[in-house]
T-cell receptor, first 120, second 113 residues
């Protein structure tokens, strides 16, 4: 079984400061990892993903994430926070061993989400 | 390119009724997945369809069902609605291939009274 933990329900950061939203995962095989953001009354928007390769992944809106296999973590980071970054952030994992031939894949397992609040 | 669209956006039903939600994926996307989002349980995977076939199913009762049409549009149906079915139902589509991310629609907000 695969699982994701986002240990913080809420993260508060002052505008202009660096931000980190934490995520740890558990899979039996190798992971595909994703970060999504959700604004109020909206669906989820894709930020970035890790499949293989460099441990530092760059994504949309200046966000990046660092994959750490030994710590089974995939923390989301941004060097300088904006008020407009305030939203609900989800980490998600898919176990690579749970893929199917023909292009289909297992459903993503999402973390509970972390509310990011950027204070002016 | 148009994004994932879901209809209706808001729905109010009473217990015992049934409901059908619709999702139109991004053009060219053959995989459609459905998720239920609630404050208590978070995002939970319902099922995934690919080329009209159900590929995966989450841990939901048989009252929850879905289908996909030849044009990749998908519907999900919930029969005998319960109060606990009140949620935001999200549809996501993606290109074939295991590395591709999902693109989500705005969701349908279902309220069961």
């Amino acid at each position: 079984a695969q699982s994701v933990a986002q240990p913080e329900d809420q993260v508060n950061v002052a505008e202009g400061n660096p931000l980190t939203v934490k995520c740890t995962y558990s899979v039996s095989g190798n992971p595909y990892l994703f970060w999504y953001v959700q604004y109020p009354n909206r669906g989820l928007q894709f930020l970035l993903k890790y499949i293989t390769g460099d441990n530092l992944v760059k994504g949309s809106y200046g966000f990046e994430a660092e994959f750490n296999k030994s710590q089974t973590s995939f923390h989301l980071k941004k060097p300088s926070a904006l008020v407009s970054d305030s939203a609900l952030y989800f980490c998600a994992v898919r176990d690579m061993s749970q893929t199917y031939s023909g292009g289909g894949a297992d459903g993503l397992t999402f973390g509970k989400g972390t509310h990011l609040i950027i204070q002016p | 390119k148009a994004g994932v669209t879901q209809t209706p956006r808001y729905l109010i039903k009473t217990r015992g009724q049934q409901v059908t939600l619709s999702c139109s994926p991004i053009s060219g996307h053959r995989s459609v997945s459905w998720y239920q989002q609630t404050p208590g349980q978070g995002l939970q995977f319902l099922f995934e369809y690919f080329s009209e076939t159900q590929r995966n199913k989450g841990n939901f009762p048989g009252r929850f069902s879905g289908r996909q049409f030849s044009n990749s549009r998908s519907e999900m149906n919930v029969s005998t609605l319960e109060l606990g079915d009140s949620a935001l139902y999200l549809c996501a589509s993606r290109l074939a291939g295991e590395y591709n991310e999902q693109f989500f629609g705005p969701g349908t907000r279902l309220t069961v009274l």
